[in-house]
């Protein structure tokens, strides 16, 4: 049984900051990449920012995001960690982690995700 254990979040006010952590656990034979994606009231869930497990360092962010949201890794932990910086009212949502893996019962990778948490920013 695999889970994503999310923790942070919280209200920050607008230019401050906030970190959220996720960490996969259970029997994961490998992980292919893990990020966070978000949902605000009535719209969609989008991707925040992807970070893959793989050789190299690559994540993929928001435009949105960019240059003020910064994901890492600690692939011996199974842990990746959301820090965001300059945040906006429109960065309130439901952030939720996720995490493309292979569990050991598993010849295939899939999706897993974790139970969310709230991210608001007002003043």
């Known amino acids: 049984q695999v889970q994503l254990v999310e923790s942070g979040g919280g209200l920050a006010q607008p230019g401050g900051s906030l970190r959220l952590s996720c960490a996969a656990s259970g029997s994961i034979f490998s992980i292919n990449a893990m990020g966070w994606y978000r949902q605000a009231p009535g719209k969609q869930r989008e991707l925040v920012a992807v970070?893959?497990?793989?050789?190299?360092?690559?994540?993929n962010y928001a435009e949105s995001v960019k240059g003020r949201f910064s994901a890492s890794r600690d692939n011996a932990k199974n842990t990746v960690v959301l820090q965001m910086n300059s945040l906006k009212p429109e960065d309130t949502a439901v952030y939720y982690c996720?995490?493309?893996?292979?569990?050991?019962?598993?010849?295939?990778?899939?999706?897993?995700w974790g139970q969310g948490t709230q991210v608001t920013v007002s003043s």
């Open positions: 996720n995490a493309r893996l292979r569990p050991r019962i598993s010849t295939a990778s899939s999706d897993y």
């Open positions: 970070t893959t497990f793989t050789s190299g360092d690559s994540t």
